[in-house]
DNA sequence: TTGTATGCGTTATCAT
DNA sequence: ATGATAACGCATACAA
């Protein structure tokens, strides 16, 4: 490994001083076309490339961003992450990847560790920090974008991004009220879970502003992978045989139902019609395909990175975004 | 924000030079017990934490490690990328995470970046770059684990890992033979893909050696997903109507190719067997569960920041390691 | 248009 | 055992 050149040396090989090479290289205004042109191409030459963290500590802005997740390897993660990387990369911005292993202790941690390097900016996903802990985590950095979580207060530093829960619940229900579906349920998540609560309320608004609501057709605090939700659909079924319709928290919870409900004897969307959240990949692979409410990850991501740099250089105000979901309609409705 | 306290914070308090102050914190010998405990009580009241990045401007050891992956949203890379953060973590090093889109020009321009930020060492997976640009890129860094790729030379500086494709679509194989399969099949992944071609390998070399190889059973240059799956798999029933048993390259292939043969009318896996690669999440979700080669990912990247550390730390030597994978019996073999 | 001095926060080196 | 000084690579402020 050869050792990198530095600004010293390319100075040096134009004869001129590192001030002069540096404003060539940064295009700053001060010095003739003529002679950037000639530094630019001994630095070219050279091989040259600034030290980004040399730059860091002369500017005390770092151009490194930390990124927070509960769990790489869920796939909904996995997207926002790509959407947070490629807007990084497209604005020259690097990303310190934390995963915290749905851990308190290791988030906390984590936290402490990307202060301690400094960055310009921190998204955080999910976090399952107390809300006074967050609080006093945020204000230790320059900027922060909480993604899926949010707050009390508003703070000067802070933008947060999440779902539009409620509003995708209500478009689900609504849309088997509308398909005369009489007997509709809820396949509820993790009672922690704020989506659960926030979707919960969407499902419950829309049905009891219908006069169709039973409280037999709800069945909350689900494990929330299939294992989960073929249980659940089994038991609430029990509580109402009648059971013609059921949005799931997600996606899992949905195809683990599904699953059960066939086994049953059910026949979907004609006896049963289901609807789930996430439109993971499974969504379409099995059969019949899954109606689902979509969101697109990616750019859930992309807009935090966005967001996060509107807010490193106080271009824009701190915000609270709902990101909206779609109805994907498929076969299971 | 309230300004982080530095190392002449705690040393004007403490009354000392910095230099005192570092040995304190570092944990260094050179003073009395009784100074570095008055120190550290200072430091821990001012909420002192090192700045990473000034220590290495110093040290010129920066604590990154780069880590490229070509699609965090793929599960795979996922479990990869934790094993790697947690291993990580545990070592005091922070992650910066590239994620390339597949994409050549991408990954190119994702080395330079990593490259222009000093990281003690990099971890690349599955690169698509041809060898000659890639053994030029090794050079520039201080040490290289290459994770599903290998090289024709030995480097000093890196270490390969890399899935034993080959013994594992031998396992595969005969265990198709043992249990009396006699028209078993190939559903290949994409040409390009070095792991396609080693798994083929020892496809080949098992049925070869059995006498029972028929060129019409192989069916190379799929797209890996379950589409590519389904339609390989009615192809291949084309050339040969027989077929009773079909090892495929990915588990994503092997599921829309239980979907296609269902379709048509085999029972599974009564009249043709099924073994996939990879154990993704969905093996286990749909019926009949999927026979397939597992292996440990997470472990994987863990060894490969392992590996990593070792390298930068010259405490041993490179080398090519080779991770076995491991035959889960399910319900489709 | 160009250069000099200085500082960012830390550690290494050499004194004392 | 402790401290002064220089150095890491770069950029800012100010001079020339």
Redesign the pocket.
């Known amino acids: 490994m050869k050792k990198?050149s530095?600004?010293?040396d390319v100075a040096k090989i134009a004869?001129?001083?590192?001030?002069?090479a540096?404003?060539a290289?940064?295009g700053k205004?001060?010095?003739?076309e003529d002679?950037r042109q000639r530094i630019l191409e001994i630095a070219a030459n050279l091989g040259?490339r600034?030290?980004i963290i040399?730059?860091g500590?002369?500017?005390?802005k770092t151009c490194f961003i930390g990124l927070v997740v509960p769990d790489i390897t869920n796939p909904f993660f996995g997207q926002i992450v790509r959407g947070v990387e490629n807007a990084a990369f497209e604005n020259g911005y690097n990303l310190f990847l934390v995963d915290t292993n749905e851990d308190l202790v290791r988030e906390t941690s984590a936290l402490d560790s990307l202060w301690q390097n400094d960055i310009d900016g921190l998204i955080l996903c999910s976090s399952r920090l107390p809300e006074a802990d967050l609080i006093s985590q945020i204000n230790r950095f320059p900027a922060v974008v909480l993604v899926n979580r949010e707050l009390q207060e508003n703070l000067p530093n802070l933008t947060t991004i999440n779902l539009n829960d409620f509003e995708g619940a209500q478009i689900a229900t609504r849309y088997f009220l509308q398909h005369n579906r009489k007997h509709v349920g809820y396949l509820g998540g993790p009672l922690n879970s704020v989506s659960n609560h926030r979707r919960l309320s969407g499902f419950l608004n829309v049905l009891k502003a219908s006069g169709n609501y039973d409280i037999n057709n709800i069945l909350d605090d689900n494990v929330p992978d299939t294992n989960g939700g073929w249980l659940a659909a089994l038991n609430l079924l029990i509580k109402n045989p009648n059971l013609d319709a059921v949005f799931a928290f997600n996606d899992l919870m949905a195809v683990g139902a599904m699953q059960a409900l066939q086994e049953v004897g059910k026949r979907i969307p004609e006896d049963i019609a289901i609807i789930g959240v996430d439109d993971i990949p499974l969504a379409t692979i099995i059969h019949p395909q899954l109606s689902t409410l979509h969101v697109d990850l990616q750019n859930i991501g992309r807009v935090a990175l966005l967001s996060l740099l509107n807010l490193v250089s106080d271009s824009a105000a701190p915000t609270n975004l709902k990101i909206d979901l779609k109805l994907f309609l498929r076969d299971s409705s």
């Not at 004869?15 to 002069?20: A, C, D, G, K, L």
């Not at 205004?29 to 003739?32: A, K, R, V, Y």
């Open positions: 990198r530095t600004l010293a004869n001129v001083s590192m001030m002069t540096s404003r290289i940064n205004p001060g010095l003739s002679l040259y600034p030290n040399a730059r500590l002369a500017t005390s």
